[in-house]
């Protein structure tokens, strides 16, 4: 069973840094792209940043330039550090995974169960 596990969201200040965590736990073959989204209330969600298995990163307009994605292949982990967070930066924030859980296997998309980010003063 593989499942995916997100941390480090909180409150912050608006002008301030946090850093997202998502790390993928269960048998594992190979992990491909992976990406995070976000939800803010009454909104529908949105990707916010993509990073693909050879580490080519692309962003949502809203974010470039101010949030980087990354990832540690030997801790199957990608992250999310965001900076310069603004109050409309505020969202239940996702990340999601496309993953083989074994040779035999064809590639699945998992989601994380989301953390929250708010940012306000």
């Known amino acids: 069973q593989v499942r995916l596990v997100e941390s480090g969201g909180g409150l912050v200040q608006p002008g301030g840094s946090l850093r997202l965590s998502c790390a993928a736990f269960?048998?594992?073959?190979?992990?491909?792209?992976m990406r995070w989204y976000r939800q803010a209330p009454g909104q529908e969600r949105e990707l916010v940043a993509v990073?693909?298995?050879?580490?080519?990163?692309t962003y949502a307009d809203s974010v470039k330039g101010r949030f980087t994605i990354s990832r540690d292949n030997d801790k199957n982990t990608v992250y999310l550090q965001m900076s310069s967070l603004k109050p409309e930066d505020t969202a239940v924030y996702y990340c999601?995974?496309?993953?083989?859980?074994?040779?035999?296997?064809?590639?699945?998309?998992?989601w994380g169960q989301g953390t929250q980010v708010t940012v306000s003063s």
């Open positions: 999601n995974a496309d993953i083989r859980a074994g040779r035999s296997y064809g590639r699945q998309t998992y």
């Open positions: 269960g048998t594992i073959f190979s992990i491909g792209d």
């Open positions: 990073i693909l298995s050879g580490s080519t990163t």
